[in-house]
């Protein structure tokens, strides 16, 4: 062989072996690419499942709480109507006593009057009079024409 196909020969060979280094090269770096794409893509979905578990945990305990709270709401209303209910039966007891006991007085304002009357009947009529004219005058200053 001469020196030039030798060379020839020699280039092709050092051509190849540098084309199998860049091809094992290029496979080997794309095994490694490949393996940490593939761990990153497993960290990121453990990652996402652990954010997902959380949220579900968090939104189950904002349901109970949600719970709690309108469970409380509805105590509290049926407390307030309950004593609602109270306070009217007591206004209503009251009122009943009141009134009773306006009839009463009324009951011995007009006893009193009647025994009164039978004593000293012009006095009873005087004071009635008096009585009539001076509630008159507090009415007309009240309730009078102002010009």
């Known amino acids: 062989m001469t020196d030039m196909n030798r060379n020839a020969s020699d280039a092709t060979q050092a051509a190849r072996e540098a084309a199998d280094f860049a091809s094992t090269a290029v496979k080997d770096t794309t095994d ?19 954010a997902a578990a959380q949220a579900r945990e968090k939104t189950a305990e904002a349901k109970v709480k949600a719970a709690e709270a309108k469970e409380k709401a509805a105590e509290a209303v049926e407390e307030a109507r309950a004593a609602a209910a109270d306070a009217i039966d007591a206004m209503s007891v009251q009122a009943k006593e009141a009134v009773a006991n306006a009839w009463e007085a009324a009951d011995e304002g007009v006893t009193y009057v009647k025994a009164k009357y039978r004593e000293n ?27």
């Open 32 to 50: 490694d690419l490949s393996d940490v794409v593939k761990e990153a893509a497993s960290e990121t979905a453990e990652t996402l499942s652990d």
């Open 121 to 147: 009947p012009a006095l009873v009529i005087a004071v009635g009079a008096a009585a009539l004219v001076g509630v008159s005058a507090i009415l007309k200053a009240m309730f009078g024409r102002r010009g």
